[in-house]
């Protein structure tokens, strides 16, 4: 029994779409769904029904891009948090683990840890000491780089993305602190340390990255691995003797030629070694 993780699978692309259908099934393990599964209820119940027979069990959590919300959809589309919550539904629905629920205890190979699924968001942090909040994203525009989350992800009832962020931040190191005493896995679509974005081609991106006050949480819970997706770019890092994992699988034009989805999800328990 092992402990799996992928995420960014993105399929709105129709080749995304069709790798899916090709992952191997492993009835005795779980997998992690580390976010961006899609930007529609149709996309992710897709994902879950493809996935959800070839594991025993899939935990998941939000990206950015299950959030998303055309301007023009209609008023009775769910946005912000009713948008989420609504995505905790159908994974509910499914038997899918989401971090509005208990923290599943995992005793397969490698175990027992705490797996702790989160939604943390991003609070415009990772930027340069002295650029402000409020002048980060003109900042990051000043470079050319403006997020699609800036019209898309709607915060609402929050005021901002910052402040939704900020909530969630409270909320779940809460939930952290009276989770059992046990090595954890934490898992957030966003990295937790601003030093693991390493985006050169768009380093003003990481303002939409994740938040400075998740940097030491791998120590402060007792962290084992860490999995994050987000940034499109899969590797892994130590960082105080603590694994942390980027999972994506990512667009078409960004995979490995000769690779299938198979090669993309990563292994999270027991450790492979660094030669997997």
């Not at 912000?80 to 190979?109: F, K, M, N, S």
């Not at 081609?201 to 030491?216: L, M, N, Y």
Request: net charge negative.
């Amino acid at each position: 029994m092992k402990l799996f993780a992928i995420s960014d699978l993105h399929v709105a692309y129709p080749d995304n779409r069709e790798a899916l259908l090709g992952v191997r099934p492993r009835p005795e393990d779980w997998l992690v769904l580390g976010g961006d599964l899609g930007e529609t209820e149709d996309h992710v119940r897709f994902v879950l029904d493809t996935l959800g027979p070839r594991f025993a069990r899939l935990v998941w959590v939000p990206g950015n891009h299950e959030l998303y919300v055309h301007p023009t959809s209609p008023p009775t589309e769910p946005r912000g948090v009713e948008r989420y919550l609504r995505y905790v539904e159908i994974c509910r629905a499914q038997g899918v683990l989401t971090p509005e629920d208990e923290y599943p205890i995992w005793e397969g190979e490698g175990g027992p840890h705490v797996i702790a699924p989160l939604f943390l968001l991003y609070d415009y942090s990772f930027r340069p000491n002295d650029v402000t909040e409020a002048e980060a994203v003109d900042w990051a525009a000043d470079a050319g780089i403006v997020a699609a989350d800036e019209v898309l992800l709607d915060p609402r009832p929050y005021p901002g993305r910052a402040a939704w962020c900020r909530a969630r931040v409270a909320e779940t190191e809460a939930r952290l602190a009276r989770a059992p005493a046990l090595p954890k896995i934490l898992v957030n679509h966003f990295p937790l340390r601003r030093d693991l974005v390493r985006i050169p081609r768009i380093p003003r991106f990481s303002i939409w990255c994740g938040t400075r006050a998740t940097e030491d949480w791998h120590l402060r819970f007792d962290a084992r691995v860490v999995v994050h997706g987000h940034l499109h770019v899969r590797r892994t890092a130590w960082v105080d003797g603590v694994r942390f994992e980027e999972v994506s699988f990512g667009y078409p034009r960004e995979r490995r030629p000769g690779w299938g989805i198979d090669d993309y999800i990563r292994q999270i328990l027991p450790y492979p070694g660094p030669e997997a």
